[in-house]
């Protein structure tokens, strides 16, 4: 008999009422097939059912809207539009060519297999599963799939696309290979207390490429020890949101464009995450990430083209988080612990915010070069051997802590810029090779020693013992205090302010001191300029012109002059006028030679007295005597 149809509310689903016509036909297979078992006019259905995607989204008007089959057993071939009801039934195979609604009670499908006919690109299938189960998805195209209350599904996934699927069951999925050869796949788990996904398999997801995954509160177990969550697969997203996850051997391998996300999420694996990857991506916050193995293992190997977020609360217990080429990585108020290098990049983008990050092997914690980019705001590093080595990037360090052991920062043709940044280590905090260094406040526990620097500029630093520079073209030293000796080679130099324990030495082609103080002697080579310099001794291999201070033997009569080393030429083109208020005092080694052009003219006021050691020979042509 026929009876019009009546509007399928949600409540009337959540109530388990998923049937509006009152007048069942349990229909064969062969019936269904054909699709002449009830004539239904042409009426309105519109149903609603709330999950993550609408399973009944718009109104249609079907020629055969509903079918309903109690108990039965066998095929069912889908080429009818309309709402199809199965209660108690064990389907062996499930064909479909069209748009329908599949909604299971109590049954059971062994496979399911179809693709649209003449239909549009949006055009899908659905299935709902209530307390049934589902073995196996095949060869299948625009379809959705929802399992609900004691459902499950014992099978796998494969050679599928254009398909979604909800796992919103309380049993856990149970199978070897769970998603094979598909392509633009979703698939949204939010199971029931204590249920899992459990691939007991080599992957989760294999050969398969623009797919997406979702596990909120749902946790992802690989039950064998050398599993690869995803094989040889590529545009994977895969987020979890307060989900345990334990990938086995690798999270993903032979891929590219793989994405991680974890939220609240906890993620364990035995070697990598990324293994041999184009474009990875990490994106962690409030979570915790563990690598197993302490040896050829971490985030990632042999990877390029990636970005890593380290958020807000994370605990990542890995070594190699950054690695390959064009990587970013951002470590925002988190922690990173390594046992081998924590960044190898080359150029790299690294900015860490708030950030503490530990290597405590013997491998260097964190290595840039070739145009790569370092900005670290009040953030942490510690290696048992070397915390930077960087070369030909560009390095921008505020704040924090930098702990090495021989070395704490190792910096060549770098344009850097430190400022607030307390460095400690066991011998060469600093070690700076050519390119330039700013430094402004903060301290060094040992020394800095640099060479070949176009520009040194240090201000307020509190140095642990000794500044060296070697044929830096410019070093500018203010208000510093120095624990030991300062050597200074080069183009120029510039002090001001500074304090040193020990002693000074600066060989450069042009200098100016100004009130800085040393605790023993201080030799200079070149042209310098010095006022209101201390030292218990100021020797000049050259020009120096000085003012005030101690220390200077050859000024030590006024604390003021010029010293010249060695021979010095006055070559004056025209007139030379000399006032000199009160006496004027040459003494002169060895000999004096006066050579003058035309005429010689002294005026003395009282006395002139010449004495000499032998004699005094006058030769003129005419000899005046008043």
């Known amino acids: 008999m026929t009876h019009p149809n009546r509007i399928l509310h949600r409540k009337d689903v959540e109530a388990g009422v998923i049937d509006n016509n009152p007048y069942p036909a349990d229909l064969k297979p062969a019936q269904l097939e ?24 718009t109104e249609r008007s079907l020629k055969y809207p509903t079918f309903s089959l109690h108990g039965k057993a066998g095929n069912l071939n889908i080429d009818k539009d309309g709402t199809y009801q199965l209660n108690g039934c064990t389907i062996q195979s499930l064909n479909y060519e069209t748009p329908a609604t599949i909604i299971l009670r ?58 979604a699927v909800t796992m919103l069951q309380t049993k856990d999925w149970i199978t070897e290979h769970n998603v094979l050869d598909c392509e633009h796949i979703t698939m949204s788990f939010s199971m029931g207390p204590h249920a899992k ?45 307060g989900a345990k996850i334990n990938a086995g051997a690798t999270v993903a391998k032979s891929a590219n464009q793989v994405a991680i996300t ?41 990877c390029d083209d990636s970005k890593v977020y380290i958020g807000h609360n994370t605990q990542c217990s890995a070594s190699n988080v950054l690695s390959g080429k064009n990587g970013v990585l951002q470590v925002q108020h988190a922690s990173i612990k390594a046992t081998q290098s924590i960044i190898d990049g080359t150029a790299c983008k690294v900015e860490l915010h708030n950030a503490n990050l530990e290597a405590s092997g013997s491998d260097t914690a964190i290595i840039l070069s070739n145009n790569s980019s370092l900005l670290s705001y009040n953030s942490d590093v510690k290696s048992q051997k070397v915390a930077y080595t960087i070369t030909e990037s560009i390095v921008r360090i505020d704040g924090g802590k930098v702990q090495g052991d021989t070395n704490a920062l190792n910096l060549t043709k770098c344009s ?29 526990s040992q020394s800095l020693t640099a060479s070949k620097t176009s520009s040194l500029t240090m201000s307020g630093v509190n140095v642990g013992k000794n500044i060296s520079v070697a044929d830096g073209a410019n070093t500018t030293l203010q208000g510093n205090t120095v624990g030991g000796d300062l050597t200074i080679s080069g183009g120029h130099y510039q002090g001001s302010g500074n304090i040193f324990s020990g002693k000074g ?84 080694a060895q000999n004096a030679n006066y050579k003058v052009g035309k005429n010689l003219s002294y005026k003395t006021g009282k006395t002139e007295t010449h004495n000499a050691g032998t004699q005094i020979a006058l030769k003129a042509p005419k000899i005046t005597e008043n």
């Open 34 to 57: 054909t699709g002449n078992a009830i004539d239904h006019l042409t009426t309105g259905i519109f149903n609603e059912q709330q999950s993550s995607a609408p399973i009944f989204a």
């Open 106 to 163: 109590n049954s059971s499908i062994a496979a399911i297999q179809g693709k649209m006919k003449n239909q549009s690109p949006d055009a899908k299938i659905r299935f709902i599963f209530i307390d049934s189960t589902l073995e196996n998805i095949k060869d299948s195209e625009h379809f959705f799939i929802s399992l609900n209350g004691l459902s499950s599904w014992n099978g796998n996934m494969s050679k599928c696309r254009f398909g």
């Open 197 to 241: 996904v459990l691939p007991v398999g080599t992957f989760f997801a294999k050969n398969s490429k623009h797919c997406r995954f979702q596990f909120h509160g749902t946790d992802l177990t690989m039950n064998n020890s050398q599993a690869i969550l995803f094989n040889n697969c590529s545009h994977i997203l895969s987020q979890h949101h």
């Open 262 to 302: 974890l939220h609240s999420s906890n993620l364990e694996v035995d070697k990598w995450l990324f293994k041999d990857l184009q474009g990875p991506v990490l994106s962690a916050i409030n979570s915790t990430i563990k690598v197993n193995s302490s040896a050829d293992s971490g985030i990632m190997s042999g």
């Open 416 to 444: 850097s810029a430190l400022s607030m940044v307390n460095i400690t280590s066991s011998d060469t905090d600093i070690l700076l090779n050519q390119g330039s260094l700013n430094i402004e406040g903060g301290s060094l």
């Open 505 to 588: 030495s600066v060989s450069a082609a042009m200098g100016t001191i100004g009130k800085d103080k040393f605790g023993k002697a201080l030799s200079l080579k070149g042209v310098h300029m010095l006022s209101e310099v201390n030292a218990a001794n100021v020797s000049n291999t050259g020009f120096m012109l000085l003012e005030g201070g101690s220390g200077s033997s050859s000024l030590a009569k006024t604390k003021r002059g010029w010293h010249v080393t060695g021979s010095m030429d006055w070559v004056i083109d025209k007139d030379l006028f000399m006032n000199v208020g009160k006496n004027l005092d040459y003494r002169i």
